[in-house]
């Protein structure tokens, strides 16, 4: 059985657009998951450490057969195969793929909590949650209402459209 995953992406050491392009393109080779929404990508401020680059971010949907722990472990597994390092929380990255909803499980253990914890303070996830999944509900209030209580500053479009992953080359404003 198939079921409907939310990813959150982002990055701002290195080529992190290129690494977004690449772990969707991983995920979407896959027999077992299919990329079937991606939202624009977007410029935005550094969240929590605020001493480093702009980040760019973005938010997938996938259909997959994985249950959200074997998601999680390809989520991982693919940032690590990106050169991901992990040294500081909220800190600079080169990459980061976050699982921020499957099939709307919950689910709370020492390695997964669904959803993902924080999502509805993060206007940096919403803004692009929203253009794939309008109407999600995020502890139990509509996408839409979060944003409307969230600061977006300095949240800009980074791509006219979704489908920049597919294109080869570098991202220009949108």
Same mark, same amino acid.
């Given at each position: 059985?198939?079921?409907?995953?939310?990813?959150?992406?982002?990055?701002?050491?290195?080529?992190?657009?290129?690494?977004?392009?690449?772990?969707?393109?991983?995920?979407?080779?896959?027999?077992?998951?299919?990329?079937?929404?991606?939202?624009?990508?977007?410029?935005?401020?550094?969240?929590?450490?605020?001493?480093?680059?702009?980040?760019?971010?973005?938010?997938?949907?996938?259909?997959?057969?994985?249950?959200?722990?074997?998601? =999680? %472990? !390809?989520?991982?597994?693919?940032?690590?195969?990106?050169?991901? @390092? &992990?040294?500081?929380?909220?800190? *600079? $990255?080169?990459?980061? =793929? %976050? !699982?921020?909803?499957?099939?709307?499980?919950?689910?709370?253990? @020492? &390695?997964?909590?669904?959803?993902? *914890? $924080?999502?509805?303070?993060?206007?940096?996830?919403?803004?692009?949650?929203?253009?794939?999944?309008?109407?999600?509900?995020?502890?139990?209030? *509509?996408?839409?209402?979060?944003?409307?209580?969230?600061?977006?500053?300095?949240?800009?479009?980074?791509?006219?459209?979704?489908?920049?992953?597919?294109?080869?080359?570098?991202?220009?404003?949108?």
């Amino acid at each position: 059985m198939r079921r409907r995953a939310l990813l959150g992406l982002g990055g701002n050491l290195g080529d992190p657009q290129a690494n977004m392009r690449e772990a969707l393109r991983a995920l979407d080779g896959r027999a077992d998951t299919e990329v079937v929404a991606v939202s624009r990508l977007y410029r935005t401020p550094p969240w929590g450490v605020t001493d480093q680059p702009f980040f760019f971010n973005a938010c997938a949907a996938v259909d997959t057969a994985l249950e959200a722990h074997a998601l =999680l %472990d !390809l989520c991982l597994e693919t940032e690590r195969g990106l050169k991901r @390092e &992990r040294r500081e929380r909220w800190g *600079p $990255r080169t990459i980061d =793929l %976050d !699982l921020l909803d499957h099939g709307g499980e919950t689910i709370a253990d @020492e &390695r997964l909590t669904l959803p993902h *914890p $924080r999502i509805g303070e993060r206007a940096f996830v919403l803004v692009p949650l929203e253009e794939i999944a309008p109407g999600f509900v995020v502890d139990g209030v *509509p996408i839409e209402e979060r944003l409307a209580h969230l600061d977006r500053a300095g949240i800009e479009p980074a791509s006219e459209d979704g489908n920049w992953w597919r294109r080869t080359g570098g991202i220009s404003p949108g």
